[in-house]
């Protein structure tokens, strides 16, 4: 079993189980590290920046791939959260642009999507991604992907001694009591296609 499927494997035991295997450790990386949040969905983008933000870190949100390439290039993220349904510039071709990119070659990425063709095709192609997470996700996915991405030494570990100042958000305490826990896939997004190549066209 190689590092992918064992990273995969935990969260799919423990949403088999309803939630009752063991939590898994909280790991962090660099506070006030900064982390990509690609989404054409505002509700996912505001959900999982919450997240980040309430862990320590600096979320970014680009709404479609076009702003993700630039905003990846210009901000060297840490880590990269990456959409695969999006209109237009979908995620895998996203990720092929930032893989083939020396400047942003080497940063760590998890697609994300609700879609199980993508699911699938992310394991039949790899596309040179780190991890996927699938929608609905809540705080422990989250957090659980980023301390697999630290024990596999993808990112640093978070040095506790260290104590960097960050803002979650300009947003409000009860703007952010507004936003869920939970980040769920949203539905039929107009002209949002998977571009799942013929690999995945098999007959019923």
Do not use: W
């Amino acid at each position: 079993m190689d590092g992918l499927a064992r990273i995969s494997g935990i969260g799919f035991i423990k949403r088999l189980l309803g939630g009752h295997a063991v939590e898994p450790q909280h790991v962090q990386t660099t506070q006030g590290a900064r982390m990509l949040v690609v989404d054409d969905s505002p509700t996912i983008c505001a959900v999982l920046g919450k997240m980040l933000g309430q862990d320590g870190y600096h979320p970014l949100k680009a709404a479609d791939g076009a702003a993700a390439i630039e905003l990846a290039r210009s901000e060297l993220p840490a880590l990269i959260f990456l959409d695969v349904v999006m209109p237009g510039m979908n995620g895998f071709s996203v990720l092929r642009a930032l893989r083939h990119d020396p400047a942003t070659r080497d940063i760590p990425i998890i697609m994300i999507s609700g879609n199980q063709q993508a699911t699938e095709q992310f394991y039949l192609q790899r596309y040179g991604a780190d991890d996927f997470m699938r929608k609905p996700f809540d705080r422990d996915d989250v957090y659980e992907r980023i301390g697999n991405l630290v024990a596999a030494g993808r990112l640093p570990a978070r040095d506790t001694s260290v104590v960097v100042n960050t803002l979650l958000s300009a947003l409000s305490a009860e703007a952010l009591d507004g936003i869920p826990d939970i980040a769920m896939p949203d539905a039929g997004t107009p002209g949002a296609t998977a571009d799942v190549p013929p690999v995945l066209h098999r007959a019923a």
